[in-house]
């Protein structure tokens, strides 16, 4: 995924090469991407997140507690809601704005022509 997007990648310090095995093999983390994450609609924006690359995943991307906590999102399955604390946004149902019309063009009534002056009399 990184890689699609374009993203610069950081060499990973080799004490950060920790990832608990999600498989039956090994994870190999070597490297590091800075990412940000926006909403579809582009009306929210997480703070800029370091993500190891691996490349044995079986998922693209796996957003967990340190995101949860970082972003301060309160999940609630019942509701089957993910909402921010900060901003009051809801990650899994998200508000589409309303859009707001521009309203019909008015023409205005045209200006009267100006009075023309009477001319100038001459100082004799």
Known sequence: MAASLGLRQFPLPKEEDNLSCLTDSP???RE???LVLTSGNGSWASKTLYTKICDLLPVPIILGMPFLSSEQI???PENRTAIQKSSNYNLLN???PER???PEKFT???TLPRPKRPPSIPFN
């Open 27 to 29: 994870l190999l983390c």
């Open 94 to 96: 998200p508000q589409v």
């Open 100 to 102: 707001i019309w521009q």
């Open 108 to 110: 205005p009534p045209p």
């Open 32 to 34: 590091y991407v800075k």
């Open 74 to 76: 309160v999940i609630d």
